[in-house]
């Protein structure tokens, strides 16, 4: 990770949050006065920590990484900070900072020693249960997909020089659907673990999608974080603005951190419950987007079929009973995703293979 974004990232962190107090109960306090609250990370729910060793002497570096992976899994109090630090553009004015708080347990769902998937599940306090986003994680990968623009994804060759002890992150939305992936390897030291991506392109976030249209690329760089009481998620993007002339595209640098604090005493029943009765369905859907970027070059999708959604279809699936037999479970799946697949991208597709 550079210099720059080192320093704007340590000053953030910073101002955001000069101290860390940990509440021993359920109860939260009357919110102090907003200049001291904006100075105050408080963690709601007991802190759990662990002792986390980075990697031995004796340890094999893929172990190492392995483990680091596997230590996001958990209960977290996750706290979002999004913050722009530089407009690009004379007459732009940075936007006011994105903060939010939520509760998630992160589930493997996959585990094949080389692939491994971790599904974040938020739960509120009123007991409400969103699927949040997916993360796999692959080994010594050779190709992968990158997002390209305009709801559209392709796939990507993965320089030999890059792919010895790399990891891949692929990326996946509520519905499954893709979002970004990237590619960076694992760093150990004492206490801490920590993987940088490249840079990547990935869609608008959700928190701007419907309330932005002055950008439509995110040019970003990853780092996760891992440590005794959690992990990081810390973000360095670029607003990309693609239709722009070509000296003009850049906007605004955004920095992200994303907090994931271990807990212990929050209520995450609901999320589960939702879990177990819904794993196979998002099983399949899994499965049908694997064969999807196995069989094609370059996917695009439409953002709404008959005013709908592709993530409000899905969940509504989700909470329906799957038919009885396999077959007719994946077809159910597939005929959506049709629906929602550009089909004229796939026509230029086998045009160019002829």
């Known amino acids: 990770m550079n210099r720059v974004f080192l320093s704007i990232l340590s000053a953030l962190m910073l101002s955001a949050c000069q101290t860390a107090t940990v509440k021993k109960n359920t109860d939260v306090a009357a919110a102090p006065e907003k200049d001291k609250a904006e100075k105050t990370y408080q963690v709601e729910y ?4 662990t002792k986390l060793v980075g990697c031995q002497p004796h340890e094999k570096k893929f172990d190492c990484d392995r483990r680091a992976i596997l230590a996001m899994t958990g209960e977290y109090q996750v706290d979002f900070h999004f913050e722009e630090v530089a407009g690009y553009r004379a007459e732009y004015q940075t936007k006011a900072p994105y903060k939010s708080r939520g509760f998630e347990f992160v589930k493997l769902i996959e585990d094949d020693g080389t692939r491994i998937v971790l599904q974040h599940v938020l739960v509120s306090k009123e007991g409400h249960v969103v699927k949040h986003w997916r993360q796999d994680w692959e080994y010594e990968q050779t190709s992968t997909w990158q997002f390209t623009g305009d709801r559209s994804w392709a796939r990507r060759t993965i320089p030999t020089e890059q792919v010895k002890g790399s990891w891949v992150q692929t990326v996946w939305q509520v519905d499954d659907s893709p979002r970004y992936a990237g590619v960076g390897a694992w760093q150990h030291h004492s206490n801490v673990s920590s993987w940088n991506s ?29 440590h005794s009481s959690g992990w990081l998620h810390l973000q360095d993007n670029l607003k990309r603005d693609q239709q722009a002339e070509s000296d003009q595209r850049y906007i605004a640098r955004e920095i992200g951190i994303d907090r994931y604090t271990r807990i212990s005493g929050y209520d ?38 008959d005013d709908k959604t592709l993530w409000m279809v899905m969940f509504e699936l989700a909470d329906k009973p799957l038919p009885s037999d396999t077959v007719a479970q994946r077809k159910q799946v597939n005929q959506v995703l049709q629906r929602y697949l550009k089909q004229q991208e796939i026509e230029m597709q086998k045009t160019a293979i002829r």
Request: glycine residues 2%.
């Open 198 to 226: 490249d840079v990547t392109w990935r869609p608008l976030p959700r928190r701007e999608f419907t309330s932005r249209s002055d950008y439509d690329v995110l040019e970003a760089r990853n780092r996760h974080e891992i």
């Open 46 to 49: 007991p802190l759990v920590t």
């Open 268 to 305: 995450f029943a609901k999320g589960y419950e939702y879990w177990q009765k819904t794993a196979e369905f998002w099983q399949i859907v899994r499965q049908s987007w694997a064969e999807l970027f196995a069989r094609h070059q370059r996917i695009a999708l439409h953002n709404k079929v």
